[in-house]
């Protein structure tokens, strides 16, 4: 395997150094996924810009966050699902459905099962969705503005998932207590 920096502050691209420096502040450490992206500058940018506007969506918070941790799940990305992981119980999210989607599984809560299910299969069908799924999250109560604001949830995890994968990127030990095995390995 191709071997990738894990970058600090000070061994960044000059374009990454603040955008380092600002995780840093804001989350007392720097995500080794960010440490990576500072490799591709623009990379680290449209991940964190994006990320911003997602969540700025009409999807809760808790909604958003299953939706990351659906799409990491079932693209594998060890280091998503343990972050979303995270972000899930910030967000509430029931420990059981937090247990059931990292088991790639869809939670029983009624509106999360429609966000994790949708989620998944726009990820399996490559964003061909059944008309049947539409309708079943449409009948879960959702919007069409929240579909298509699942797509942006599938464009950043596809960001982070596939640099992960290419990079290898390892746990930060603050991540280590939420580590996740795919249970396909």
Request: with cysteine; net charge negative; proline share 5%.
């Amino acid at each position: 395997m191709t071997e990738f920096t894990l970058h600090t502050v000070d061994t960044a691209p000059q374009e990454a150094k603040e955008r380092l420096e600002s995780a840093q502040k804001k989350m007392g450490f720097v995500p080794n996924l960010f440490a990576m992206m500072a490799e591709a500058p623009a990379l680290l940018e449209a991940y964190q810009t994006l990320d911003g506007i997602y969540s700025r969506t009409s999807l809760t918070p808790a909604q958003q966050q299953v939706a990351l941790l659906a799409i990491s799940s079932v693209n594998g990305c060890h280091f998503c699902v343990a972050a979303h992981t995270g972000g899930a119980k910030a967000a509430k999210v029931p420990e059981g459905d937090i247990e059931k989607l990292r088991g790639l599984k869809n939670p029983d809560d009624p509106k999360l099962n429609a966000v994790a299910r949708f989620a998944k299969h726009l990820v399996e069908a490559r964003g061909w969705a059944k008309d049947a799924e539409v309708e079943a999250f449409l009948e879960a109560g959702f919007e069409k503005q929240q579909l298509l604001e699942l797509v942006i949830a599938v464009s950043l995890k596809t960001l982070s998932n596939y640099t992960n994968h290419i990079t290898g990127t390892p746990l930060n030990e603050e991540l280590k207590s939420l580590e996740w095995q795919d249970p396909r390995d």
